[in-house]
């Protein structure tokens, strides 16, 4: 499976100046490839490379910078027909359509660029990256990450990096190819639900309560709007980078709930049960104050980093359908509205019983988690004459 690995360059002054002018040059040139692929109908790469290699070529530019960076216009091409056929960009006589269809698809100075193996070179030891400029290949370049992703990278980076910068900080995106773990056959499931005011809370005892991140962004929201009203460059910039910190902030929360979530499913040989995230912003009710609550990404990526550590785990991992967990009865699988009294608390009206709200809903994603996988295990049987 693939997975991107980010790590921050601390280049020299005069690095950074061949960085930046490098990618100012690829992407100024990459516009005038657009220009030219789109007046030629956008042609296949091949078709595009022949009017326009030679002329980056005489730029300046070395053959594998030349052919990334038509290759990075036609992929844009790409994108933006698939996106205009999966209806993205809404219908036909849009006018979002209407502008992406009317104009060469255009490249932000400072987007990102990739790199190939001969072109970006890493010495995890020394922590540093060779890279071709327009100013020539400038070596002994540092890099800063985590132990985490120094590993990953030293033992599973392959293929292409992207360079970019952003906000004046250069950062390389390296591709890793993670081998999956072959699945093991699991005893029994463990349930996965997915809410405002708990985050998570599994069917073994496991809660992550969202108090922390929904005072973190309520603390985030009010400074924001304070910000917001000022209305000058710097509140910009400072607005922008809130809402990055908040970002990391949720994202380290969720890979947090994601191990540890998986770290018992593995030592307990069981598989895990989730919720399909489809909609979950209207299937959870949100009342007033809960409004500056977590946002459906938030929970996306949760899901993300589950299915991600399952995988290399060899965790079983199936997906169920959410309707009515919330309001049926894990016991007696008695489903009324009426049954979740409020937020936490669930008290049956077939038989009584008096659960924690969000636990008897990961009880029964728990147990349709266990139906799913032994009905595809069925399926999956050849059948007996
Ligand atoms: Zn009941």
């Known amino acids: 499976m693939k997975i991107v690995t980010q790590v921050k360059l601390m280049p020299e002054a005069d690095h950074a100046a061949a960085l930046r002018s490098t990618l100012r040059t690829v992407n100024d040139l990459a516009c005038r490839v657009s220009e030219e692929a789109f ?15 030679p002329r980056l070529k ?9 052919q990334h960076v038509i290759k990075k216009v036609r992929d844009a091409y790409t994108t933006l027909h698939a996106n205009i056929r999966a ?14 269809e009317s104009k060469p698809i255009t490249f932000r100075p400072q987007a990102a660029q990739p790199y190939d193996d001969r072109c970006l070179s890493w010495q995890y030891d020394q922590q540093t990256v060779s890279i071709w400029t327009t100013a020539g290949r400038i070596k002994n370049v540092r890099f ?32 890793c190819d993670v081998p999956e773990a072959e699945t093991y056959e699991p005893d ?9 005011v708990n985050i998570a ?35 910009k910039r400072r607005l922008k980078e809130r809402s990055r910190r908040e970002q990391r902030h949720v994202k380290n929360t969720n890979h947090v709930i994601a191990k540890t979530i998986v770290t018992e499913a593995e030592r307990t040989s069981s598989g895990i049960s989730l919720e399909e995230l489809k909609g979950i912003r209207q299937r959870v009710r949100l009342r007033k104050p809960q409004r500056v609550a977590l946002h459906s990404w938030a929970f996306a990526q949760l899901g993300d980093f589950i299915v991600y550590k399952a995988k290399r785990a ?12 919330s309001q049926m009865c894990s016991q007696c ?15 049956c009206r077939g038989c009584g019983v008096v659960a924690h709200a969000d636990r008897n809903a990961s009880h029964n994603i728990a147990q349709r988690g266990e139906t799913v996988w032994n009905a595809g295990r069925e399926s999956r049987v050849p059948a007996t004459p």
């Open 201 to 235: 809370t599994t069917s073994t005892g496991y809660q992550a309560a969202g108090r922390g991140l929904n005072r973190y962004r309520k603390r985030q929201l009010a400074l924001r709007a304070k910000l917001q009203k000022k209305r000058t460059k710097s509140a």
């Open 314 to 325: 060899g965790v079983p991992l199936v997906f169920v359908d959410p309707a009515y967990t």
């Open 58 to 66: 005489a730029e300046g530019l070395g053959a594998q910078a030349a």
């Open 188 to 196: 029994g499931f463990i349930g996965v639900d997915l809410g405002i």
């Open 39 to 53: 007046a030629r109908g956008v042609p296949r790469e091949y078709e595009l490379r022949k009017h326009t290699y």
């Open 144 to 175: 800063v990450c985590s132990a985490d992703a120094l590993k990953m990278l030293r033992q599973h980076r392959k293929g292409e990096s992207d360079l970019i910068e952003r906000d004046g900080v250069f950062c390389l995106i390296a591709t």
């Open 87 to 100: 209806g993205n960009l809404g219908k036909p006589k849009s006018k979002r359509r209407i502008k992406a």
């Open 333 to 347: 699988r008695h489903i009324d509205k009426r049954n979740r009294v409020d937020q936490g608390l669930f008290i």
